[in-house]
């Protein structure tokens, strides 16, 4: 049982590059969400989705964003990478939003530079 | 809206004393309340979580919280702290929203 897979792992980017991050449940979750993660402020949403076919902004999203194309997959894009923007991500899920018991990756390192 | 407090950002405690870490949360009514633990260069784990009834909660790992609606804390304990428990603890609150809204967490240092 895989859980929640994160791709990749590591990735350096270039001021103004673009990349998407990869994340993929195999629990039949209906809700996705994507976290950063930087010292000292703890978990920051920056957008989520309750269902195949939606999103939602979260906490800072500006910078990001995210499709929900297949229930399985969530997919977090940065169209123009910036320094502000190095961090670990997280993405999670969850069955429902009932307490929201939350099952996370191992996470994604991003560097911009 | 609703906001999680961890007021010690790191917590050194030696290996087999008693351990508590503090958690407030602000929110009018009873809020649903977890704990989780990531280890370095993991994801975050669940602890425990409290919905609603009996306060104080087990946990895997050792692990109990007590929710104390008149202190709007919800405050993480184990009696006997082990070396593998050095980590970093989150707590966080859903207060009828679709997400978890954490605390920024507190480091666990075990010495010898």
């Known amino acids: 049982n895989a859980g929640v897979t994160q791709t990749p792992k590591f990735r350096v980017l270039k001021t103004g590059q673009s990349m998407t991050l990869l994340c993929a449940q195999d629990?039949?979750?209906?809700?996705m969400y994507w976290y950063r993660q930087d010292p000292g402020m703890g978990l920051r949403l920056i957008h989520y989705?309750?269902?195949?076919?939606?999103?939602a902004k979260g906490e800072v999203p500006d910078g990001y964003n995210v499709s929900r194309l297949k229930k399985q997959n969530f997919l977090l894009g940065l169209e123009s990478a910036a320094p502000s923007q190095t961090s670990v991500y997280f993405c999670a899920s969850s069955y429902s939003d009932r307490g929201n018991v939350l099952t996370f990756g191992a996470g994604s390192r991003l560097t911009v530079l | 809206a609703q906001s999680v407090t961890q007021p010690d950002i790191h917590i050194t405690v030696s290996e087999g004393a008693s351990l508590e870490l503090r958690c407030n949360y602000s929110y009018g009514a009873t809020p649903y309340l977890f704990w989780y633990v990531q280890s370095p260069g993991q994801g975050l784990q669940l602890l425990l979580k409290y919905f609603s009834g009996d306060t104080l909660v087990q946990g895997i790992k050792g692990f109990e919280a007590e929710f104390k609606r008149s202190q709007s804390s919800f405050n993480l304990r184990k009696p006997s702290v082990h070396w593998s428990d050095a980590a970093e603890y989150f707590c966080a609150v859903n207060s009828g929203y679709s997400t978890l809204t954490f605390g920024k967490g507190t480091m666990l240092l075990v010495s010898p």
């Open positions: 989705s309750v269902g195949e076919g939606t999103t």
């Open positions: 629990m039949n979750h209906e809700y």
